[in-house]
């Protein structure tokens, strides 16, 4: 989910008490005693996550959630409760720092920071807690780390654009705001696609807030004035829709634009289809969150898995737009189709 990336990263300040951290930011996870873990060989887990308000960070929490359920049911885990940073990287780091104090077994993270959670991750696993880390990734190999190559990701849709304009044409890349890490992979990976097709020229790279109203505003005024271009390279999500959604409104013509997931784009993508308008789409997998808590669960059972997973990214395309637009869902959702057991099995090395 690309807007999660608008974050920014927050100076780390002297750390709160843990008794008041470990009050403060608790969503209510799926109960249990905490207490019972002790007692028996299942787990007692806890996500830390710097947002759980974005829509992709709900749809990640219902997917941990029924996955634990059913982790319960086989008794592997006994207790899970999520910890809402808030945006907050200091206060993540203080209820990471709670949760070795409360002696969890298994520590799930979506970081709010590369290298700032970095100490505090190494003290957990120094303690013998089995730490994973999913989506936005730290740098430190001492947890086990589940994401996707951004690099990557916009390799991937610069070929794909390449091939689609047959090796020439003009395209407006329209990124994410400068200097954000996520966007300046994927915007490395769409140059090295490009280099592929050297008639493809680039006459205007564009950076926006992942949000559609200034996207919209920063689309219209670059193609006010390239009017003429052949395609667009976008990084997805609200992008991507402000990118088609002025081109359909302004009854021009509808040149290949890459997207992500984002349901308001798929929507658009799919009223269009008919008019000619084609795009390749990837997504950031919600079920990384699944993958993370599996690995971990084995890895703290005595399991061997690899220390950094790599999930490939799907392939939204013409032909399979149908599973996964839908209709009856807010534009600001991420569908996604689930991986079978079989897939993350092999993922986590089983």
């Not at 794909?160 to 890490?181: D, R, S, T």
């Not at 926006?208 to 395609?231: K, T, W």
């Amino acid at each position: 989910m690309i807007g999660r990336f608008t974050r920014a990263a927050v100076a780390v300040t002297a750390l709160g008490t843990l008794a008041a951290t470990a009050a403060c930011g608790v969503d209510s996870g799926d109960g249990g005693s905490s207490a019972s873990a002790g007692k028996s060989k299942a787990l007692k887990v806890g996500w830390s996550t710097i947002y759980l308000t974005p829509s992709w960070m709900q749809q990640t929490d219902k997917m941990l959630k029924d996955d634990v359920a059913q982790l319960k049911k086989d008794g592997k885990v006994a207790d899970y409760q999520v910890f809402n940073a808030n945006g907050d990287t200091s206060q993540q780091i203080a209820q990471i720092r709670a949760m070795i104090q409360q002696k969890y077994d298994v520590i799930l993270v979506d970081a709010g920071s590369s290298t700032a959670l970095n100490p505090a991750l190494e003290q957990a696993a120094n303690a013998g807690i089995t730490v994973a880390n999913f989506d936005s990734l730290v740098t430190s190999d001492k947890v086990v780390r589940v994401g996707t190559d951004q690099k990557e990701w916009g390799r991937m849709m610069g070929r794909w654009l390449g091939e689609k304009l047959g090796g020439k044409g003009k395209i407006i890349a329209f990124n994410g705001p400068a200097g954000v890490a996520v966007s300046e992979e994927r915007w490395q990976g769409a140059q090295e696609g490009l280099k592929q097709y050297p008639g493809v020229k680039v006459v205007s790279n564009v950076h926006s807030e992942y949000n559609l109203a200034p996207a919209a505003q920063a689309f219209a005024s670059a193609y006010s004035a390239n009017p003429d271009i052949d395609g667009v390279f976008s990084q997805g999500g609200a992008l991507s829709a402000a990118a088609l959604q002025t081109l359909v409104k302004q009854k021009k013509k509808l040149v290949p634009i890459t997207g992500e997931n984002y349901n308001g784009f798929l929507k658009l993508w799919k009223d269009n289809q008919a008019a000619g308008f084609s795009s390749l789409s990837t997504a950031q997998p919600n079920y990384l969150g699944v993958i993370a808590l599996r690995a971990a669960v084995a890895k703290a059972g005595g399991a061997t898995v690899p220390n950094q997973i790599m999930v490939p990214l799907p392939k939204i395309t013409n032909e399979n737009l149908d599973q996964y637009v839908q209709a009856d869902q807010p534009d600001d959702s991420y569908p996604i189709q689930a991986l079978p057991q079989s897939e993350i099995d092999k993922l986590i090395g089983k």
